[in-house]
T-cell receptor
Framework: NAGVTQTPKFRVLKTGQSMTLLCAQD?????MYWYRQDPGMGLRLIHYSVGEGTTAKGEVPDGYNVSRLKKQNFLLGLESAAPSQTSVYFC?????????????????FGAGTRLSVL | AQKITQTQPGMFVQEKEAVTLDCTYD???????LFWYKQPSSGEMIFLIY??????QNATEGRYSLNFQKARKSANLVISASQLGDSAMYFC?????????????FGSGTRLSIRP
């Protein structure tokens, strides 16, 4: 009963280094999301995906890239990390519904990845 | 544009007392859903309760209830008989019915601390 799994849980990078965060869900959800959480700012959407092979920009996409090669996996990449990207990153997923069901869709979250960029 | 406002950055409450966490929202869509999530110190986001804009009654889930005042555009979370384990960050969130890809937006959160 894994739900949404994020790896790694913690990471420290030096400025300019690259890394990939992995999100995996076993609930067969179509939609997946990457958020960042900064103190006092709630969760802000970085990128999202509505299905395998499709991605789109969210509210704060600059400095990040994503890929969804398999339905169950959503990868978030930092090509050249900057101190401003120090944050906690959350992945979430939700099933695709239509009509009134859309309102009630619950997003299920992973446990988060704490990233520090020095 | 849709927006969620949580005006209480932090609250302290005595154990066993009831507590109300404030949330106001702004949307021009007549059909939307409102959510509350809890984030304990361990970091995970836990779904607590949902309220639909057309629901006639306020939502309840155990000790959690949602005081939904549509005309005021408020969706306050009420926790009855608070417990030490209720200490956490609480986020209010909203989705408009026609939001693409079921996206939701979050408020900035309220940190609730329960005193023994």
């Amino acid at each position: 009963n894994a739900g949404v799994t994020q790896t790694p849980k913690f990471r420290v990078l030096k400025t300019g280094q690259s890394m990939t965060l992995l999100c995996a869900q076993d609930m067969n959800h179509e939609y997946m999301y990457w958020y960042r959480q900064d103190p006092g700012m709630g969760l802000r959407l970085i990128h999202y995906s509505v299905g395998e092979g499709t991605t789109a920009k969210g509210e704060v996409p600059d400095g990040y890239n994503v890929s969804r090669l398999k339905k169950q996996n959503f990868l978030l990449g930092l090509e050249s990390a900057a101190p401003s990207q120090t944050s906690v990153y959350f992945c979430a997923s939700t099933p695709r519904t239509t009509g009134k069901g859309v309102r009630k869709n619950i997003q299920y979250f992973g446990a988060g990845t704490r990233l520090s960029v020095l | 544009a849709q927006k969620i406002t949580q005006t209480q950055p932090g609250m302290f409450v005595q154990e066993k007392e009831a507590v109300t966490l404030d949330c106001t929202y702004d949307t021009s869509d007549p059909s939307y859903g409102l959510f509350w999530y809890k984030q304990p110190s361990s970091g995970e986001m836990i779904f607590l309760i949902y309220q639909g804009s057309y629901d006639q009654q306020n939502a309840t889930e155990g000790r959690y209830s949602l005081n939904f005042q549509k005309a005021r555009k408020s969706a306050n979370l009420v926790i009855s008989a608070s417990q030490l384990g209720d200490s956490a960050m609480y986020f209010c969130a909203m989705r408009e019915e026609y939001s693409s890809a079921s996206k939701i937006i979050f408020g900035s959160g309220t940190r609730l601390s329960i005193r023994p």
